[in-house]
């Protein structure tokens, strides 16, 4: 959104192309955002955001893309109910699609003692007790950056990890489980869980840090560039520019910290970029 709010500010002809409740603000709580000195609900934040750039002009196709097809000049687009659509720039602020849930009724304790990011929420938990739920190196970091705020870190790993990694995390005082947690506990907000055993764990947060995956099956087909590291986000320079001309990247796409402020503020420069791009296609394409 804040891209399209950029460009079409600029007058160029946006659309918009996606749906809302499969944003990652769709169910999130922000305590950590510039201006706001309360709670922030992502669904309200995202219907604000739609307002303002319907103001501009911005176009709003709530369709996922299924096909981006290289053309001679620009692109084409395929969406779910074969719409095409074709664009001279594009911006990809996908976000990532995180892996399968740990719990059942998971999503209804996200923002209520449920997070997916420790850097985001650590200090929420100042001497209280949370467990970590991850399957990589992701999970590690969360635990040890929830060990300099919480009275208390349970960690369990939902992949085999060496026993190095957790010797490491006992070192710093962090409680490895050996029975998995199957069940949370709570009505309305997250008390504890229950692990397969039958015990019960009594816990004021969950943090679940399982790496995200990007949108490859889309992006791959293009030759879009990866990050050498993980291949799971989009690789840019300091213009949100990809590897591919015209094509810019922006926000959970492009990599951690997996940040809203990250993510607008990328969104503003992937705008603009865009923006200039198109400018330079259009005056070449008068002057030839």
């Not at 510039?34 to 709003?60: H, P, Q, T, W």
Request: one cysteine or more; hydrophobic letters at 40%.
């Amino acid at each position: 959104m804040q891209a399209g709010l950029h460009s079409g500010r600029r007058k160029h002809k946006v659309v918009l192309l996606g749906k809302l409740e499969e944003s990652a603000l769709w169910q999130a709580h922000i305590e950590n955002y510039f201006g706001f000195s309360e709670k922030i609900d992502g669904k309200v934040l995202l219907e604000e955001g739609l307002k303002a750039i319907k103001k501009v002009g911005v176009d709003l196709v709530f369709e996922d893309l299924v096909a981006i097809e290289p053309l001679e000049i620009g692109f084409k687009l395929t969406t779910e109910k074969e719409k095409t659509i074709t664009a001279l720039s594009l911006v990809l602020a996908m976000g990532v699609k995180r892996k399968k849930k740990v719990f059942k009724q998971e999503e209804k304790f996200v923002g209520k003692g449920l997070s997916y990011c420790a850097d985001c929420d650590a200090w929420f938990y100042k001497g209280k007790k949370v467990v970590v739920l991850g399957d990589g190196s992701a999970a590690i970091h969360g635990a040890k950056i929830l060990k300099k705020f919480a009275e208390k870190v349970y960690f369990y790993g939902l992949k085999p990890f060496s026993e190095g990694e957790l010797s490491e995390l006992r070192t710093v005082g962090i409680e490895v489980l050996e029975k998995k947690p199957v069940e949370i506990v709570g009505e309305t907000e997250v008390k504890g869980i229950f692990l397969e055993d039958g015990s019960q764990i009594e816990l004021d947060g969950i943090f679940i840090e399982i790496g995200a995956k990007g949108p490859i099956e889309l992006l791959a087909p293009i030759g879009i560039e990866l990050d050498p590291e993980t291949f799971s986000y989009v690789k840019v320079d300091r213009k949100m520019q990809t590897n591919i001309k015209g094509v810019f990247a922006c926000g959970d796409l492009t990599g951690p910290p997996l940040q809203l402020a990250k993510a607008v503020g990328e969104g503003c420069v992937a705008g603009l970029s865009a923006s200039d791009y198109v400018k330079e296609v259009l005056k070449k394409t008068k002057e030839g």
